[in-house]
């Protein structure tokens, strides 16, 4: 398993501003994912984020709106810029911890309200 | 990927075994069935995967019939403590990305 933790936990943001959210594993893991969950919608993949490779972002999400970063192997940002009320969402990251079933461990999450 | 189905919303009460199925009719020969739960505020927990057959942990029981088609949670005796969103997703893991479907909101009344 794996223990994750990401901070803001939540935040409340003026429309045109950028928010960076952190995401820390206690663990080395090589593949990192962010997904969006909008208020009472299932989870939706943005990217997924490799140790010393780009990010690979999913169809409707690009890199000037979401940019990534995975500097390590226990630590990833993902960037809202230049918000909207729309991108008030709740933001996880995720991880695939190795050496046991294929499955993805979730952080807390990080409430985003735009204004 | 893998598309599934499952019922939108489930009722029960205290004390119940409660079964979630959900269908998966183009699974992939190298395709695992994994479950996932959500309560309000939280990232999703996983709670139980399987190949084929039936896989039984603490938690949960999940059936999987021979043409892997579909699989069933099972949870027996829920408590209250069970209301959440439960997520059924097939991927053959290695690093695959997720697909979420819209889950099933379970609520267990007393």
């Known amino acids: 398993s794996a223990v994750i933790s990401q901070k803001p936990s939540r935040d409340i943001c003026q429309r045109g501003t950028s928010l960076t959210i952190q995401c820390q594993v206690d663990?080395?893991?090589?593949?990192m994912f962010w997904y969006r969950q909008q208020p009472g919608q299932s989870l939706t993949l943005i990217a997924t984020?490799?140790?010393?490779?780009?990010?690979?972002?999913e169809s409707g999400f690009v890199i000037d709106k979401f940019p990534i970063s995975r500097p390590n192997l226990t630590f990833s940002t993902l960037t809202v810029s230049n918000m909207s009320p729309e991108d008030s969402s709740i933001y996880l990251c995720s991880v695939e911890v190795p050496g046991g079933p294929d499955t993805q461990y979730f952080g807390p999450g990080t409430r985003l309200t735009v204004l | 990927l893998a598309k599934t189905t499952q019922p939108i919303s489930m009722d029960s009460y205290e004390g119940q075994e409660v079964n979630i199925t959900c269908s998966h009719n183009n699974i992939a020969t190298n395709d695992y069935i994994t479950w996932y739960q959500q309560f309000p505020s939280q990232g999703p927990r996983f709670i139980i995967q399987?190949?084929?057959t039936k896989v039984t942990n603490e938690v949960a029981s999940l059936f999987i019939p021979a043409d892997r088609k579909s699989s069933t949670l099972s949870l027996p005796r829920v408590s209250l403590s069970d209301t959440a969103v439960y997520y059924c997703?097939?991927?053959?893991?290695?690093?695959?990305?997720?697909?979420f479907g819209t889950g099933t909101q379970l609520k267990v009344e007393l």
């Open positions: 984020a490799n140790q010393g490779s780009e990010a690979t972002y």
């Open positions: 663990s080395q893991v090589t593949m």
């Open positions: 399987g190949y084929k």
């Open positions: 997703l097939v991927d053959s893991g290695g690093g695959n990305k997720l697909t």
